[in-house]
């Protein structure tokens, strides 16, 4: 931390304290992080505290990476975003119809996976890719391809499997050599539960006023939606990294930027605050919860990671606090 704020790290420590938070944060200006700090504890059971090395899920903010995937594949030549999805799975109703840009920008009109009546039983066990595909193809659509604006979380396990189709490589693989490793994401990656590794944090949900353990939830299944883990430093990387042309080039970022029918564009949200454009993206999944923002004009960046699954008015407040702070040093 460059030059630390005494006065902004004392108000800061209070307002987590405050919020009664579990989790990690981090709050950067350009090349200087304003503050950095961890509450809570990464395991209850243990005592193990969080720290800036906890790995928590990241929820959505997964499918940030899966775009920026997609869109190297673009800048490759290997994929257009006006590719209709017919071309890897030659089946899928109104395949025809659906483009790469529509799944990226929540205007597929495709099923959201998460809302079928039975989801919290199918996730808790393995399900390949494929067959989690399968779940959804046959459900009717929200309304015809490109027509209209709804989250979905199945066009970005479609994305996936594409990227999977194109490159030949597994999702996890592709998003280790093309994305994690050259810019020293040496703390993120696809969770899967056989694995040991080390600082991931577990998961809790709040019953009435009592923490208790998070339900069970097979990591695989959410696929490019929400199936990776990270940390506060390895997001605020992927920031800077993002903002470099280190990842893609401006043409594709612009791209990226540009509102569809909805408040996404290509990947992340987009919205106006304090008088410019935020890119943002949250997360929620069983017993983690998140938030991910970047004030483009200001170049500020606020990462929130919880191993809480707290309400989202909650994370949102946090991270509006967290926002004020940082404007608040002029």
Do not use: C
């Amino acid at each position: 931390m460059k030059n630390p704020d005494k006065r902004i790290i004392s108000e800061l420590n209070f307002l987590m304290r405050n919020y009664d938070f579990s989790g990690s944060i981090l709050l950067a200006q350009k090349d200087d992080i304003i503050f950095e700090e961890s509450f809570g504890m990464s395991n209850y059971e243990l005592d193990t505290p969080n720290s800036s090395k906890t790995k928590y899920r990241i929820g959505s903010i997964t499918k940030l990476f899966t775009a920026t995937a997609i869109m190297q594949l673009v800048e490759n030549q290997q994929l257009d975003l006006n590719s209709t999805i017919d071309r890897y799975i030659s089946d899928y109703p109104s395949g025809n119809q659906i483009k790469v840009s529509h799944l990226l920008s929540h205007t597929s009109g495709v099923a959201n996976l998460t809302e079928l009546p039975d989801f919290l039983e199918w996730v808790i066990k393995y399900s390949p890719i494929l067959k989690t595909i399968d779940r959804f193809k046959h459900v009717p659509f929200d309304f015809s391809p490109g027509q209209g604006y709804k989250y979905s979380n199945s066009g970005y396990i479609l994305l996936s499997y594409i990227l999977e189709r194109i490159t030949g490589q597994v999702y996890e693989q592709y998003l280790q050599e093309n994305i994690f490793n050259p810019i020293n994401m040496q703390n993120s990656g696809f969770d899967k539960q056989e694995r040991i590794i080390k600082h991931r944090a577990s998961g809790y949900s709040i019953k009435g006023t009592e923490l208790i353990n998070a339900p069970s939830i097979h990591m695989s299944n959410p696929y490019g939606a929400a199936s990776l883990y990270s940390t506060t430093e390895d997001l605020y990387l992927f920031s800077q990294a993002f903002n470099r042309n280190q990842l893609l080039s401006q043409d594709s970022i612009k791209k990226m930027q540009q509102p569809a029918l909805g408040e996404h564009g290509l990947g992340w949200m987009i919205k106006k605050d304090k008088g410019q454009r935020v890119l943002h993206h949250g997360g929620a999944i069983h017993g983690f919860s998140a938030n991910f923002l970047r004030y483009m004009d200001a170049e500020i960046t606020v990462v929130v990671l919880s191993n809480v699954f707290y309400p989202k008015n909650k994370i949102e407040e946090i991270t509006t606090s967290l926002v004020e702070v940082a404007f608040s040093r002029g």
